[in-house]
């Protein structure tokens, strides 16, 4: 009996490792959408601030190739925002339109294009509950409209 225990313990454990939707939802596991329009589905996302890690999925819903429609994921304060936007446009799509080694961007996918999908994990340390973050699409003239605020409650 005691082995028996030990192995329904252990795959307990493992399908909460696997990740997948199937286990349970704290909260830390975010997704959006972008589409040709311009536009991110969402201009608020929120995550629990017992949150140690965040995953943020972007999915390009639209059909246009990155280098015409690119959209990526980017988080920084709002005071850094325009900075990291401005310095991104410079660094160009080899470098996915984000400064290397930028130390204001807490967190920033890749650009991707339509139909494709992608995702970043970050941690919470060092940012602060109830403050309003900013996240926005760094691709050079998209970060004025593709915005929204990203809060730790
Ligand atoms: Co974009």
Aim: proline share 2%; glycine share 14%.
């Amino acid at each position: 009996m005691k082995n028996i225990s030990i192995y329904t313990g252990m795959m307990t454990l493992l399908i909460a490792l696997s990740g997948n939707s199937a286990s349970a939802d704290d909260g830390c596991n975010l997704s959006l959408g972008a589409a040709d329009n311009m536009q991110f589905s969402t201009k608020a996302m929120s995550a629990p601030a017992s949150c140690e890690n965040i995953t943020v999925t972007l999915n390009h819903t639209g059909q246009f190739p990155k280098n015409a429609m690119g959209h990526n994921w980017v988080l920084t304060t709002e005071a850094d925002f325009k900075g990291v936007a401005m310095d991104g446009g410079s660094a160009g799509l080899k470098n996915n339109y984000v400064k290397e080694g930028d130390s204001r961007v807490i967190a920033a996918t890749a650009i991707i294009g339509g139909g494709e999908s992608t995702s970043v994990t970050f941690s919470t340390g060092g940012m602060t509950a109830g403050t309003a973050y900013t996240f926005f699409c760094s691709f050079p003239g998209h970060w004025g409209i593709m915005k929204g605020t990203f809060t730790l409650s």
